[in-house]
Nanobody, 127 residues
């Protein structure tokens, strides 16, 4: 059974930074494409960032491009989301997701592309 556990969320002032972590267990992390999504109150869950197997490629939502960075450490079975220059509109529950289906060097932006999800971590940015 594959499990994903996010951590690193919290309360931060606008302009600040946070680093989210998502550690997986029960699977072969190095073979997964990974992604981050978020859901703000009253809104649908949306794509934030994605990283291919082997970190050959990354992909970002326009709203976070230049401020957020996704990375992975296969030795630690962990994917990260470094979030800088945070804005109040970044406030949301952040979820990590893993894709088991084979797709080398490709990133994915749709929820249906992913097979496993974490429970989410809350990020709150105050103005």
């Amino acid at each position: 059974q594959v499990q994903l556990v996010e951590s690193g969320g919290g309360l931060v002032q606008a302009g600040g930074s946070l680093r989210l972590s998502c550690t997986t267990s029960g699977g072969t992390f190095g073979s997964y494409a990974m992604g981050w999504f978020r859901q703000a109150p009253g809104k649908e869950r949306e794509f934030v960032a994605a990283c291919s197997r082997g970190a050959y490629n990354t992909n970002y939502a326009d709203s976070v491009k230049g401020r957020f960075t996704i990375s992975r450490d296969d030795a630690k079975n962990t994917v990260y989301l470094q979030m800088n220059s945070l804005k109040p509109e970044d406030t949301a529950v952040y979820y990590c997701a893993a894709r088991r289906r084979m797709a080398p060097r490709i990133t994915f932006r749709l929820e249906d592309d992913y097979d496993y999800w974490g429970q989410g971590t809350q990020v709150t940015v105050s103005s």
